[in-house]
Each structure stands twice: as structure tokens, then as C-alpha cells.
């Protein structure tokens, strides 16, 4: 009997190394990978240059035109709209305000907008823009500029009806010696 147990000992404990190595090889085993990427904000800087002399800046300040007659049109003045940034800038149009002490001259005086590549922008009295939102979209969606490209506008100021040479109804009696400051802020997203 002793035999019989020694020998039952050794087959338990093999059966018990057997279920052993069976539960090692139904194990799971486990890993992971991982992708990251770094993502930098770019950033968006325009400046503003014109004819009459003004470098690259964020503002420039156009020739005065002064002792105007009733019926003028100023001469064209060219203004360049440079992307300093990273990210390519997009002008989806420009905003017309003023300031004045007449209503009058306010009221008769035009603004012409001409884009040197694609065409005219706008047309129009600047009372009427500054009455709606005061924007002045560029009609075919907006003009975009790579980086260090620029955009380049002819902006006309003239007395009702004078652009593109027709000398309209000119400026009422009640403008002379009046004054206008218009402000034209072009509109970019980036």
C-alpha cells in the first residue's frame, strides 16, 4: 500500500503541475501602442502699406485732398495689404466709417473700391454703407493672401456720381467748407 500511495502522491501532483501549466497557458497577454502629434496655432498679421509714401504698418493715413470743387474725383490712391503672419489671411471685405462736422459733404460723398486683380468691390455714397452695417463685403467671398503675399486695392474718393467720370449732381451748397475723415478697416479671418 505504501507503493500504491507514493505512486497516487506522484500522479496527484502531476495532474496538479498539468492543471497548472494549463491555467499559465490560457493566460491573456496585453499591450498598447500610441500616436501623438504636436499642433501649433499659427498666427494671423496683416499690415497695410500705400502710394502716398506710408510703409507697412497698421495704419496709413491717405493724401488729403483740400479746396475741393463741387464736382471732383480724387485721384486714385493704391493701398497693399500684406500677410505677415503664418496662416493664410483672408479679406472678406472693409468696413467704412467717418467721422465729420457736415452732414451735407457726409452725404454726397462716394467711395470706390477697386480690387487690382478681380475688380470692383464697391461703388457707393458712404452715408448709404455707414447706414446698413457699415460692411463692405468683396462680392466673389473674400480675396485670400498666402503668406508674404499681398492684396492691392485702388480706393477713389469723389462728390456723388463723379467715379468712372460722370460728373453727377457734385456737392449741395450746404457742403462747402465742410470736413470728412472716412476710415476704411479691411475685414481678414485666418
Same mark, same amino acid.
Given at each position: 500500500m505504501?507503493y500504491s500511495?507514493?505512486?497516487?502522491?506522484v500522479g496527484?501532483?502531476?495532474?496538479?503541475?498539468?492543471?497548472?501549466?494549463?491555467?499559465?497557458?490560457?493566460a491573456t497577454?496585453?499591450d498598447s501602442v500610441?500616436?501623438?502629434q504636436?499642433?501649433?496655432?499659427g498666427n494671423?498679421?496683416v499690415? &497695410?502699406?500705400?502710394?502716398? *509714401?506710408s #510703409?507697412?504698418g497698421k @495704419?496709413?493715413?491717405?493724401? %488729403?485732398? +483740400?479746396?475741393?470743387? =463741387?464736382?471732383?474725383s480724387?485721384?486714385?490712391?493704391?493701398?497693399?495689404?500684406?500677410n505677415?503672419?503664418?496662416?493664410p489671411a483672408t479679406?472678406t471685405g472693409f468696413?467704412?466709417?467717418?467721422?465729420?462736422d457736415?452732414?451735407?459733404?457726409q452725404?454726397a460723398?462716394?467711395?470706390q473700391?477697386?480690387?487690382s486683380?478681380r475688380?470692383?468691390?464697391?461703388?457707393?455714397?458712404?452715408?448709404?454703407?455707414?447706414k446698413g452695417?457699415?460692411? &463692405?463685403p468683396?462680392?466673389? *467671398?473674400? #480675396?485670400?493672401?498666402? @503668406?508674404?503675399g499681398?492684396? %492691392?486695392v +485702388?480706393?477713389?474718393? =469723389?462728390?456723388?456720381?463723379?467715379?468712372?467720370?460722370?460728373y453727377?449732381?457734385g456737392?449741395p451748397?450746404?457742403?462747402?467748407g465742410?470736413?470728412?475723415?472716412?476710415?476704411l478697416?479691411?475685414?481678414?479671418?485666418g
Amino acid at each position: 500500500m505504501a507503493y500504491s500511495r507514493k505512486v497516487l502522491t506522484v500522479g496527484a501532483l502531476g495532474v496538479a503541475a498539468l492543471a497548472l501549466i494549463g491555467t499559465g497557458a490560457g493566460a491573456t497577454f496585453h499591450d498598447s501602442v500610441q500616436a501623438q502629434q504636436t499642433i501649433t496655432a499659427g498666427n494671423l498679421s496683416v499690415l &497695410i502699406s500705400s502710394g502716398s *509714401g506710408s #510703409t507697412y504698418g497698421k @495704419t496709413v493715413t491717405l493724401n %488729403t485732398l +483740400s479746396d475741393e470743387p =463741387s464736382h471732383f474725383s480724387g485721384p486714385p490712391e493704391t493701398i497693399t495689404v500684406k500677410n505677415n503672419g503664418s496662416v493664410p489671411a483672408t479679406v472678406t471685405g472693409f468696413t467704412a466709417a467717418d467721422k465729420n462736422d457736415n452732414a451735407y459733404l457726409q452725404g454726397a460723398l462716394n467711395i470706390q473700391i477697386v480690387d487690382s486683380n478681380r475688380g470692383e468691390i464697391c461703388n457707393d455714397l458712404l452715408s448709404t454703407l455707414e447706414k446698413g452695417t457699415g460692411f &463692405i463685403p468683396i462680392p466673389w *467671398g473674400g #480675396t485670400t493672401i498666402a @503668406t508674404n503675399g499681398t492684396m %492691392t486695392v +485702388s480706393v477713389t474718393f =469723389s462728390s456723388t456720381g463723379n467715379t468712372d467720370g460722370n460728373y453727377g449732381t457734385g456737392l449741395p451748397q450746404a457742403a462747402q467748407g465742410g470736413w470728412v475723415t472716412p476710415t476704411l478697416t479691411a475685414n481678414v479671418t485666418g
